[in-house]
């Protein structure tokens, strides 16, 4: 038997390049669609879905220019991957986060008493390997908005099943606005 001696090199944008070339490898980068969202708007561009035989996943690439916090649920959970492998400068991304079940929001809008303290808005950071990758459980009530204003939209990446459905979370005389 012949031993093939192998020198590891570092892995670089270089590297994974050369490899995109060879048809190995997809990086991470933002779509073209997705960095020409409009004010108000959101594109989300599939990236790639598996075939069903293996299981059903897609990544997603999401251009998110919405201000306005409408929260949505989603009955499975999905991966969230917040990088910027171009270094872009975009504007600030916001994550929306309901803090209890979309029913007892609901329930607490119709009675009157929903506050600040059940609803979470996190400024996301890119690259940041301490939080730019996690799951969001399904049917945890959320939303990613941004500033209104001039600017580049925010991009991330999103990981979730194929056929996915969003359900809006209503609450009746309530509406969210973002402090600088």
């Known amino acids: 038997m012949e031993i093939i001696d192998l020198k590891p090199v570092n892995i670089t944008p270089g590297v994974i390049r050369r490899l995109e070339r060879l048809g190995l490898v997809r990086f991470f980068r933002a779509t073209a669609r997705s960095l020409r969202v409009k004010e108000g708007g959101c594109v989300v561009d599939k990236v790639y879905s598996t075939a069903s035989r293996f299981g059903t996943h897609k990544l997603i690439c999401v251009g998110k220019n919405e201000t306005q916090i409408n929260l949505t649920t989603h009955p499975d959970n999905e991966d969230f991957v917040v990088i910027n492998p171009d270094g872009y400068k975009f504007k600030p991304l916001y994550l929306v986060i309901g803090l209890d079940s979309p029913k007892n929001l609901a329930r607490k809008a119709k009675l009157g008493s929903l506050s600040g303290r059940d609803v979470l808005a996190l400024l996301v950071r890119y690259d940041d390997p301490k939080t730019c990758v996690f799951t969001m459980l399904k049917n945890t009530p959320h939303c990613e908005v941004t500033?209104?204003?001039?600017?580049?939209?925010?991009?991330?990446?999103?990981?979730?099943?194929?056929?996915?459905?969003?359900?809006?979370?209503?609450l009746p005389g309530y509406r969210f606005r973002m402090r600088k």
Do not use: C
């Open 147 to 170: 500033l209104p204003g001039p600017g580049k939209a925010p991009v991330f990446f999103v990981m979730e099943p194929n056929n996915f459905e969003m359900a809006s979370v209503i």
